[in-house]
């Protein structure tokens, strides 16, 4: 069974930063795209960012370009999502997402629980 854990969420003011992490266990990590994926209240989930499992390949949201970076270490199995400059629109559950194919979308193999971003201004 793959387990998705997030963890770093929490309640920032808007200008500020959090690192997300996602570890992954079960599975065989460098198998899997991995993605972050966010939904705000009242509204769909939305594709954030997302990297290869060679890690030289990132994908982001326009929404987030510059401003978040995605990362993972394939020897400690684990996914991060570093974010700067949040904005009170970045409020929202994240959840990570891992595909054993070529990309994640929303419709990713396996998903992790989410945690709770809050931005304030």
Not at 18 to 44: H, I, N
Not at 73 to 78: I, L, Q
Request: net charge positive; with cysteine; aromatic share 12%.
């Amino acid at each position: 069974q793959v387990l998705l854990v997030e963890s770093g969420g929490g309640l920032v003011q808007a200008g500020g930063s959090l690192r997300l992490s996602c570890t992954v266990s079960g599975g065989t990590f460098t198998s899997y795209t991995m993605g972050w994926f966010r939904q705000a209240p009242g509204k769909e989930r939305e594709f954030v960012a997302a990297i290869a499992w060679h890690r030289s390949s990132t994908y982001y949201a326009d929404s987030v370009k510059g401003r978040f970076t995605v990362s993972r270490d394939n020897a400690k199995n684990t996914l991060y999502l570093q974010m700067n400059s949040l904005q009170p629109e970045d409020t929202a559950v994240y959840y990570c997402a891992a595909d054993r194919g070529i990309v994640v979308t929303t419709r990713a193999d396996y998903w992790g629980q989410g945690t709770q971003v809050t931005v304030s201004s």
